[in-house]
């Protein structure tokens, strides 16, 4: 059984940082594609940041070059490090596990609430 375990969140004030973790079981790490995705209320679901097995990485524009996504395989855990924290990044935070090879083996965690407020 596939489970994806985000830790991490809190409050934090603007131009703050949080570094998110999202640590997985059940499931072989490296053949997946891992992603943080997130959802401010009222609004839909959108991505944030991907790691290929491979180490090839996709950011969100909103994101770029505040924050970095990286995995180790070692521990099955994927990080989300998120800088210059905005306002506008208040969201739940939600791990997700796609197989490269079986695409329709898509995994959700539970989420994290991230809150970006003075």
């Known amino acids: 059984q596939v489970q994806l375990v985000e830790s991490g969140g809190g409050l934090v004030q603007p131009g703050g940082s949080l570094r998110l973790a999202c640590a997985a079981s059940?499931?072989?790490?490296?053949?997946?594609?891992m992603g943080w995705y997130r959802q401010a209320p009222g609004k839909q679901r959108e991505l944030v940041a991907t790691v290929t097995s491979g180490g090839t990485t996709n950011y969100a524009d909103s994101v770029k070059g505040r924050f970095t996504i990286s995995s180790d395989n070692a521990k099955s855990t994927v990080y989300l490090q998120m800088n210059d924290l905005k306002p506008e990044d208040t969201a739940v935070y939600y791990c997700?596990?796609?197989?490269?090879?079986?695409?329709?083996?898509?995994?959700w965690g539970q989420g994290t609430q991230v809150t970006v407020s003075s």
């Open positions: 997700n596990a796609v197989n490269t090879f079986r695409p329709y083996q898509n995994y």
């Open positions: 059940g499931m072989t790490f490296r053949f997946f594609t």
